[in-house]
């Protein structure tokens, strides 16, 4: 069936460094993608969308980039900080009916 | 505004014991959802409201139910709580107008079956 996948698991950086998250779909009639940051013991919080019209959407510190040729969603971090340790998930949307389709996520650790 | 709040936090449940979970949200949102996590695994969406007066099932529906009691609340029901069912469960509410679909969460609440 259709689902939503991570290329990676677990993503380990430097404090500083500039982190990429990567996420797969696989239903190409998805016309909307959500990134959400996970802290432990908390809900999910929305990061940053993106609509299927777009290919890069930016906001504070983060980059969203949408690849529709290749299926492929990606969640870029600048200057990484510790506070960004979390889980990451993506989400879409397209005709699932109302629905969200979540990833399984990938953990980001950051060093000091 | 308080947002999505759920109730209880924490429970502990023996098998065939049975108990609703709560969930309000006061952004006048017409969608509501429940969600399961399971440890180092995404949300897998068990029932859904996309208005007051309607449900549907989910991917993991089976042993849950729901009540769309109004438009600010939605309550999940464990009947005879099984171990399988011990979980962190998310309540998340929208609005799904056409510019967004974001999901607002609420805190959770941490299950346990013995």
């Known amino acids: 069936g259709e689902n939503v996948g991570l290329h990676l698991p677990t993503l380990s950086v430097q404090e500083g460094d500039n982190s990429i998250i990567n996420c797969a779909y696989s239903?190409?009639?998805?016309?909307?993608f959500i990134w959400y940051k996970q802290e432990s013991g908390k809900g999910p919080q929305f990061i940053i969308d993106?609509?299927?019209?777009?290919d890069k959407r930016q906001g504070q510190r983060v980059t969203v980039l949408l690849n529709k040729t290749v299926k492929h969603l990606s969640l870029q971090i600048a200057a990484t900080q510790p506070g960004d340790s979390a889980v990451y998930f993506c989400?879409?949307?397209?005709?699932?009916?109302?629905?969200?389709?979540f990833g399984q996520g990938t953990e980001l650790s950051v060093k000091p | 505004n308080a947002g999505v709040t759920q109730t209880p936090k924490f429970q502990v449940l023996k098998t065939g014991q049975s108990m609703t979970l709560q969930c309000a949200q006061d952004?006048?949102?017409?969608?509501m959802y429940w969600y399961r996590q399971d440890p180092g695994m995404g949300l897998r969406l068990i029932y859904y409201?996309?208005?007051?007066?309607?449900?549907d099932k989910g991917e993991v529906p089976n042993g849950y139910n729901v009540s769309r009691l109004n438009k600010r609340e939605f309550s999940l029901r464990l009947e005879s709580a099984a171990p399988s069912q011990t979980s962190v469960y998310f309540c998340?509410?929208?609005?799904?107008?056409?510019?967004?679909?974001?999901?607002?969460f609420g805190p959770g609440t941490r299950l346990t079956v013995t």
């Open positions: 998340a509410s929208s609005d799904n107008y056409a510019l967004s679909y974001e999901q607002y």
């Open positions: 239903n190409s009639a998805s016309d909307y």
């Open positions: 993106i609509r299927s019209n777009m």
């Open positions: 989400a879409e949307w397209g005709n699932q009916g109302g629905k969200l389709i």
């Open positions: 952004m006048n949102h017409n969608s």
């Open positions: 409201s996309a208005s007051e007066g309607t449900t």
